[in-house]
């Protein structure tokens, strides 16, 4: 029985599972502030466009029963809804928040190309002739890392 419990601790205590239980919190309170947007925001601009998106009293009768199409597809177009909502309204600024972001945190790229002196075009750090002008070029110096790394320290 000990054994079991103690199994069943580790698995309690497990990250993914930890991880998941915040998920599903997090996820229920930002699921409030996605319905009143779209409750309070979205919905009353659609009605002042194109009117209540209900599709309701559209069904299809089959031997004597009544398939409620209608029902489904307003769903549909709900769901449509809150999902643009969270795509337009959440996801891409907060992508371009993060772009932004990581854009000042990562380090310069190193060079992999320069000009040449001649003609002015983009040759390879190791080319010693100009693919364009045919001119000997002297090959690039080597301290592009050198310089890195005094920068870093």
Do not use: W
Not at 68 to 75: D, S
Not at 79 to 103: D, G, H, W
Not at 114 to 136: G, H, V
């Amino acid at each position: 029985m000990r054994t079991i419990l103690s199994e069943f601790r580790t698995f309690i205590m497990r990250g993914n599972v930890v991880d998941l239980a915040i998920a599903v919190v997090i996820g229920a309170a930002f699921s409030g502030i996605v319905t009143a947007l779209v409750n309070g925001v979205i919905m009353p601009l659609i009605l002042a466009v194109g009117g209540k998106p209900s599709f309701d009293q559209y069904y299809l009768s089959l031997n004597n029963s009544k398939l409620l199409l209608g029902t489904a597809l307003t769903a549909l177009v709900n769901f449509l809804i809150v999902a643009a909502v969270i795509f337009f309204l959440v996801l891409k600024p907060l992508n371009a928040l993060i772009a932004l972001r990581a854009r000042h945190d990562e380090p310069p790229a190193e060079a992999t190309t320069r000009e040449c002196p001649y003609c002015l075009s983009e040759i390879p750090l190791k080319a010693t002739r100009c693919r364009y002008c045919t001119a000997d070029v002297a090959p690039a110096p080597v301290t592009v890392g050198v310089e890195r790394k005094a920068a870093e320290s």
